[in-house]
């Protein structure tokens, strides 16, 4: 057991990464609809490649989308209506009516003071309300009798000859036209005509009346529940009612046929038929299986390409976490989005995957993660061939759009040539797959521009991931990169020729990158900070030393160039304090590795010469580099410091101090943990020469003719 623990203890980080990987592949399929995919890809107006097909089973050959999608407008248009009747509500009204002609009668007929007025009163105002009560109430039964039916929009649409339906008491009663039914207006009109007789009543009844035939008095409303389940039932038999049959033993279509709209009517109709039926005979988790295989490949693939291409990234826990939560956050947005019918796949933004990853790695890491995702969701929708050709092209234009990243309209930029490559992309599948523009929808083009804006969300995500994963990018590079910094301003104002020194540094090194391939924007930002430690004892580095006052002068060997090496373990303090990133920290850390403080090495022993100075007292505490980056900082940094004690300054001297500085690097083995190579070294050289040169303003000596 106690073995068995220890086994697990030396191999946990690759437990872990296993681990990270098998539950990105779970989550994964487990996100992955359960359908058999069909075994033939076929496009209208292309040859058939495949062998002749026959039916192996009697096949329904269901109505293609273009005349489903017209028969769904017909029936939308002509759609049966459906009203409720209330029994209920003429009682209600009537009732209604009762009290407001009481108040009108009141209103026209003012209560005397006497008392035996008022007792004449009553007798007169009950005769009189009795008389106005059965003309009117007669009217309003009749009315409802009938049926006073709601306005609406959808009944306003039908004509005079369109029929609707009525429920009464849970059942649909014989058809209604509008001629059948009164509205507000035709039943106020009705109201009108049956009182013509009664010429004195009907100017108190009518007033009264058109109160009662007010919003919400229909006793027959229209039911918008009952409509719509009824309309979505009609549409629902549109997709699985056949308009033919295909029989057994029937040929569906030979090698070398085009595919016509007949043909692909029969092809869709097969492929649907022969998913369902495999469904039915074979059990889900075969299909599963298969899942979890073809996705094993793919992610293994991509685990392999990360150990082998980039090993700093296989190797660091939180970034592989990284490239797999984004990889499985889109498959999970695409899993969500295909359960709305209302919503296209293109409405998600996918090009932000390589555009995020892009910002903290390289081109290559980001467009190989964008075609493993889009790999993936590939199994998830239909058209596959053409969503995973049209993603890996925006791939590769978002990637172009949004390499060295420096303004920010590129983002804009990046956005609109995005929608640009789905929109061409769409317009010639359409124009090849059916030779005419009449298919196009603008309705598609909405979405690509929808998913064109979101690659805008890039800089909340990438501000997100880098404080989650402790990742650094470009953006933020170049807000730590400007001099107007609070830390690079401080360092400007109490160590200027330290300011001055790393702004070289940054120079030299920046050139040199380039030239033999790196992060020129990282190196650079770290050349600015690499130094920041001489902000503590500024006067004790000979750059800031203009009054030619040197305090080393009163001190002990030892306790000078302790005073030197600490200004690598105060910058890291300093640049803990104001949390600059990790990837500079470690620059401040490497930038002299595990040299000695040479200068008071040697006065050491000069001073000294029986006595042989402790070297641990003048050699930095490293690490030493561990980047082709951090390796080139240390050489422009070097040889900068060391150009500036040279006292006769021409092409020979910078030449020799240049070789001289690194070749002592390598000599005490200071890149052997750098991903550099000798010829990098030599290219570097060159490129510090001639940059010293210029700065020197040294001319090239060109032999005599």
Not at 140 to 163: F, H, P, Q, T, W
Not at 460 to 475: H, T
Request: charged content about 20%; overall charge neutral.
């Amino acid at each position: 057991m106690k073995k068995f623990v220890e086994n697990i203890r030396n191999r946990h980080d690759r437990l872990y990464k296993a681990f990270l990987f098998l539950a990105s592949i779970a989550f994964i399929v487990f996100l992955l609809p359960r359908e058999v995919s069909f075994k033939y890809e076929f496009q209208k107006n292309k040859a058939w490649h495949y062998d002749n097909l026959y039916a192996p089973f009697d096949v329904p050959i269901l109505r293609n989308g273009s005349d489903i999608q017209s028969e769904k407008a017909n029936i939308e248009a002509h759609k049966t209506l459906y009203f409720k009747y209330n029994d209920a509500k003429a009682q209600q009204q009537i009732t209604l009516f009762d009290q407001l002609l009481e108040r009108a009668l009141k209103d026209e007929n003012p209560e005397p003071s006497s008392a035996r007025n008022k007792e004449l009163y009553v007798e007169k105002m009950t005769v009189l309300k009795k008389h106005y009560f059965d003309l009117g109430s007669e009217v309003l039964r009749n009315i409802y009798k009938k049926g006073l039916v709601e306005l609406s929009d959808e009944l306003d649409k039908l004509n005079d000859s369109s029929a609707f339906y009525v429920i009464k008491n849970n059942v649909v009663a014989s058809a209604f036209y509008k001629e059948d039914v009164f509205t507000l207006k035709s039943a106020f009109q009705f109201s009108e005509n049956s009182l013509q007789s009664y010429f004195a009543e009907s100017e108190l009844l009518l007033p009264v009346i058109e109160l009662v035939l007010q919003k919400d008095a229909a006793n027959i409303v229209y039911d918008a529940t009952k409509t719509q389940m009824i309309l979505n039932n009609d549409v629902s038999k549109l997709e699985v009612e056949a308009i033919g049959i295909i029989s057994e033993g029937q040929s569906i279509i030979k090698r070398g046929d085009i595919v016509d709209q007949q043909k692909l009517s029969m092809l869709t109709s097969y492929k649907v038929k022969y998913e369902e039926q495999t469904l039915e005979t074979n059990k889900k988790w075969m299909v599963m299986l298969a899942q979890i295989l073809l996705i094993s490949i793919v992610i293994g693939s991509y685990s392999v390409f990360l150990f082998l291409f980039r090993p700093e990234i296989f190797n660091n826990n939180r970034h592989l976490v990284f490239l797999l939560l984004l990889m499985v956050l889109f498959v999970l947005a695409t899993s969500v989005i295909l359960h709305f019918d209302r919503l296209n796949v293109y409405l998600i933004p996918f090009c932000l995957i390589p555009i995020v990853i892009r910002s903290f790695f390289d081109t290559r890491t980001a467009f190989f993660a964008h075609i493993i995702t889009m790999m993936i969701i590939g199994f998830m929708v239909s058209d596959s061939f053409n969503f995973v050709f049209s993603q890996f092209i925006s791939g590769i234009v978002a990637i172009f759009g949004f390499v060295n990243y420096r303004k920010r309209a590129q983002l804009f930029i990046t956005s609109g040539l995005i929608f640009l490559t789905y929109s061409a992309i769409f317009f010639a599948i359409a124009l090849l797959q059916e030779g005419d523009v009449s298919v196009l929808s603008g309705r598609d083009f909405m979405w690509f521009a929808i998913s064109a804006a979101f690659t805008m969300f890039a800089f909340p995500m990438i501000y997100a991931f880098e404080k989650l994963f402790g990742l650094i990018s470009d953006i933020t590079l170049l807000e730590l990169a400007d001099t107007n910094n609070t830390l690079l301003r401080e360092l400007s104002l109490k160590a200027p020729g330290t300011f001055q020194h790393s702004l070289q540094v940054a120079n030299l090194a920046e050139a040199a990158i380039f030239k033999v391939g790196g992060n020129a924007l990282l190196i650079r930002t770290a050349a600015m900070y690499h130094d920041i430690g001489k902000m503590e004892r500024p006067m004790y580095f000979i750059e800031n030393q203009a009054t030619g006052v040197n305090p080393h002068h009163e001190l002990s060997t030892e306790e000078s160039a302790r005073i030197i090496i600490q200004h690598v373990i105060q910058g890291i303090e300093i640049a803990k304090k104001h949390r600059l990133p990790e990837q500079i920290i470690d620059f401040i850390r490497t930038h002299h590795g595990t040299t000695r403080a040479e200068f008071f090495y040697r006065k050491a022993k000069e001073e000294f010469p029986d006595e042989t100075p402790d070297e641990h007292l003048y050699t930095y505490p490293g690490p030493i580099p561990f980047s082709k980056e951090s390796a080139v900082l240390m050489m422009a940094d070097s040889v900068e410091a060391a150009s500036r004690a040279l006292k006769e300054v021409n092409s020979e001297k910078i030449e020799q101090l240049v070789d001289r500085v690194i070749n002592k690097q390598i000599e005490e083995q200071q890149f052997v943990n750098a991903d550099i190579t000798l010829k990098e070294i030599s290219q570097i050289k060159k490129i510090l020469k001639k940059m010293l040169m210029n700065i020197y303003h040294v001319r090239i000596e060109y032999p005599n003719a």
